[in-house]
């Protein structure tokens, strides 16, 4: 019940946006950037990531990260993610000043919910080289929640991170963040996981998913999101439940692309030629699927289910 009025109210409070059948967004969730320390779970694919930022912009993407992209309840201090992936903030500068960039915050990167925050942090950085204050991601302005609403047909998608609902890490989350930071930070680098995240707990990670359905099968609408690491495409007859999965996964980064008037998940990894080159390749995961076959005039939400299925885990 509280997951529903979390959504809704997300939603009602959402950025809405405009898009038609030759807009082209990229959603990508849990970078969870850090200082490049031994705990940074990014660092291994910042490469990667790199490369896949550079081919959507030469392309024509719009970048949407969908929650926890800086990790600022292990590393509190910007400064040092700043200047640890500085080629990443380098990269999206360039979305921003071309308006094709678009920053939710999740419950990892909660701070940037505070414009003086992000003001003091995101806008701005004293530049040591040239001695002077240069622009980073100048007038960003961080949001819970994105709605794309189709400009023909009106069909809505519900972009959000996915914390919404999950007590802990939503209402508690200072809880959450004053043990990863002091505790789980530390036992996490000797291998153990922290049970109270959805991406480390299977069965936490079907209850939230559970919980996003029966929103979805409430209000007839297609949610992208990301928060339980786990790469979601929905088989046919399964809701139209999205999720982004995350870019910290020992196997690559995974992402939800809308293309063409379609839906598709897509993963990109780095593998050896015949001549053990390293090459960094997108590959289509599911789909692609049309959009318009998830409008609540075309899909029986009404008949749709969850099915709850065990899987294992993953290494995300």
Known sequence: MFTDQRLTQAYNNAKVLLFDDHSKFIFFSDSHRGDDSVSDEFARNQNLFLHALDWYYNNGYTFVEAGDGDELWEYPKFKHIRIAHSDIFTNLKKFHDEKRLIILYGNHNIYLKRKQYVCKNYYHYYDEYKQEVVDLLAGLCPREALVLKHKKTGQEILVVHGHQGDAINDQFWFLSELLLRYFWKYMHVVGFHNPSSPARNLYKRHKIEKNFNKW?????????????????????????????????????????????????????????????????????????????????????????EYVKKRVPEDNC
């Open 216 to 304: 979805i099968k409430k209000h007839k609408m297609m949610l992208i999101c990301g928060h339980t690491h786990r790469p979601k495409f929905p088989k046919p007859g399964e809701l139209p439940y999205f999720n982004s999965g995350c870019c910290i996964n020992t196997r690559g980064i995974t992402g939800i692309e809308i293309v063409d008037g379609k839906i598709l998940m897509v993963d990109w990894r780095i593998r050896a030629d015949k001549n053990g080159v390293l090459l960094a390749e997108r590959n289509i995961m599911r789909g692609p699927e049309p959009i318009t076959k998830f409008h609540k005039k075309n899909f029986p939400y009404a008949e749709s």
